[in-house]
T-cell receptor, first 113, second 110 residues
Framework: KAGVTQTPRYLIKTRGQQVTLSCSPISGHRSVSWYQQTPGQGLQFLFEYFSETQRNKGNFPGRFSGRQFSNSRSEMNVSTLELGDSALYLC????????????FGSGTQLSVL | KQEVTQIPAALSVPEGENLVLNCSFTDSAIYNLQWFRQDPGKGLTSLLLIQSSQREQTSGRLNASLDKSSGRSTLYIAASQPGDSATYLCAVKGTYKYIFGTGTRLKVLA
């Protein structure tokens, strides 16, 4: 069974640009959540999607957005990039998003110059 | 507001030692607690999931306990090996999201 796949693995962007990250969950998993990991703030919840609907959202500015497609694949978009957006972006999938284990992808390392 | 703390931040032990990693949280209203392992530059791997109604879970050399009333969980690793070297994070599930601790960076020396 394939794991959670995130693409691309690395990204380098400049301030003001926008970026789209992709996440393919484990087959059959309907919940996809996104996290930002930085050395200073640790792992922080961005948002969760379930059946193409955003179910929950963390405390991030509106520049961070996402969506989920009918096959449960998810994308997250960051517009008007800032230096502080440099981080490892992780997505995780689970069956229903309640009381099950989370399965993480390897992440996308975003560097904003 | 839920806060999750992990102590110690870093730990270095010789191979073969039994060790305990600690996780504390401030709000006992949780659905579950998960322990994860993260290797450098990689994603997280779920090790153990403890439901709020459970007291402990075991998998191989790993045992995790949960005491909701005191806001504590421990991860016990028996007979540590160099391959156990990684960062270990705990996360508690609240109403709608997981709150993660900052992790314990473990190094097991051969």
């Amino acid at each position: 069974k394939a794991g959670v796949t995130q693409t691309p693995r690395y990204l380098i962007k400049t301030r003001g640009q926008q970026v789209t990250l992709s996440c393919s969950p484990i087959s059959g998993h309907r919940s996809v959540s996104w996290y930002q990991q930085t050395p200073g703030q640790g792992l922080q919840f961005l948002f969760e999607y379930f059946s193409e609907t955003q179910r929950n959202k963390g405390n991030f500015p509106g520049r961070f957005s996402g969506r989920q497609f009918s096959n449960s694949r998810s994308e997250m978009n960051v517009s008007t990039l800032e230096l502080g957006d440099s981080a490892l972006y992780l997505c995780a999938s689970s069956l229903e998003g309640f009381n099950e284990k989370l399965f993480f992808g390897s992440g996308t390392q975003l560097s904003v110059l | 507001k839920q806060e999750v703390t992990q102590i110690p931040a870093a730990l270095s032990v010789p191979e073969g030692e039994n060790l305990v990693l600690n996780c504390s949280f401030t709000d006992s209203a949780i659905y579950n607690l998960q322990w994860f392992r993260q290797d450098p530059g990689k994603g997280l791997t779920s090790l153990l999931l403890i439901q709020s109604s459970q007291r402990e879970q075991t998998s191989g050399r790993l045992n995790a306990s949960l005491d909701k009333s005191s806001g504590r969980s421990t991860l016990y690793i028996a007979a540590s090996q160099p391959g156990d070297s990684a960062t270990y994070l705990c996360a508690v599930k609240g109403t709608y999201k997981y709150i993660f601790g900052t992790g314990t960076r473990l190094k097991v020396l051969a």
